[in-house]
């Protein structure tokens, strides 16, 4: 049983354990004595504070004893170690969990787990396809009679009968020979992640004044993720390149603000190809009044 009330003699020894903690520590990095804890009959801790830099709230503790009916006191072990409030490290988390989009770099690799549940199995074998693939018995059987190796020349002078195609040569054509494909919840978890980004929920959808399934900036995306999804190839929309939901929008929308055609200039008042003659002085015999009429009589006094 650890005794509650010091050792006397072992408490005592703060200088035997300040030079032992000075020892161990750099020099000046031990700052004021915490006290004493009684680690047993005999045995005490001497606690000091550290000054190491990026070390806060630590302590050197050192730890004294002396033998039965000894009056000799000796040094057992010194060790560095958090306080209460010291600054201690975040907890260790696996590098899968740290991970976030946009850490990778050029050149590096992300592995994937053999049980990933965003990954299912897909078309592994050479000559079995899995059972739910739709590369069907039948299918196997045209390919076995349609797709074989042809070699010009005679039958009669072929070497060796030809090869017919395997299953393999057909998903491979038809993109299906991965190990590995999308599982449910792979799609659920890329579905979940897509809409969170451009969703509808997103500042920029609210303000839009219209959807990206009205929208004719939108590319339609295949299998079951285009019932909900699309990319956006409006390049001066913050979505260009990426997947956007169909409920998701932006200013950029295709009908947002239709520019109205410039309307046609009115046609000339003043025709300038024409040349019009003016004469330089007017023409006195031309008007209703007789140049030579005396005033009186036109009205004039």
């Not at 990095?29 to 804890?37: S, T």
């Not at 039965?68 to 560095?80: N, P, Y």
């Not at 990954?119 to 039948?138: A, F, M, R």
Request: aromatic share 4%.
């Amino acid at each position: 049983m650890r005794s509650r009330t010091p050792d006397r003699l072992c408490a005592e020894a703060v200088e035997l354990a300040r030079e032992a903690a000075m020892e161990a520590a750099h020099p000046g990095k031990i700052a004021e004595y915490l006290g004493a804890v009684a680690e047993g009959d005999r045995v005490v801790t001497h606690l000091f504070e550290s000054a190491e830099p990026g070390y806060r709230g630590w302590r050197w503790a050192v730890t004294v004893t002396r033998a039965s009916r000894a009056k000799a006191v000796t040094l057992d072990e010194t060790v560095l170690l958090p306080g209460p409030d010291a600054l201690l490290a975040p907890e260790w988390v696996p590098w899968s969990e740290r991970l976030r989009p946009g850490d990778m770099g050029p050149g590096d690799l992300l592995p994937t787990e053999a049980e990933d549940l965003r990954l299912e199995p897909g078309y592994s074998g050479e000559d079995i396809p899995p059972p739910n693939s739709v590369v069907s018995e039948e299918m196997q059987q045209l390919a076995a009679v349609e797709d074989a190796d042809v070699t010009a020349g005679a039958p009669a002078a072929q070497t060796a009968a030809p090869t017919t195609g395997s299953i393999a040569a057909v998903a491979e054509e038809l993109g299906m020979r991965r190990a590995r494909v999308l599982s449910r919840y792979g799609l659920h978890v890329a579905a979940d992640r897509w809409d969170e980004a451009y969703g509808p929920k997103t500042p920029m959808a609210q303000a839009a004044p219209g959807t990206c399934a009205s929208c004719g900036f939108l590319v339609s995306l295949g299998g079951s993720l285009g019932q909900a999804f699309g990319v956006c190839a409006n390049e001066f929309s913050p979505a260009d390149g990426r997947v956007v939901s169909l409920s998701y929008g932006c200013g950029a929308h295709s009908e947002a603000a239709v520019m109205p055609k410039p309307p046609r200039p009115a046609p000339p008042v003043v025709d300038e190809t024409v040349v019009e003659p003016l004469p330089l002085h007017p023409d006195r015999t031309g008007g209703s009044v007789e140049p030579d009429t005396p005033p009186e009589e036109l009205g004039h006094s």
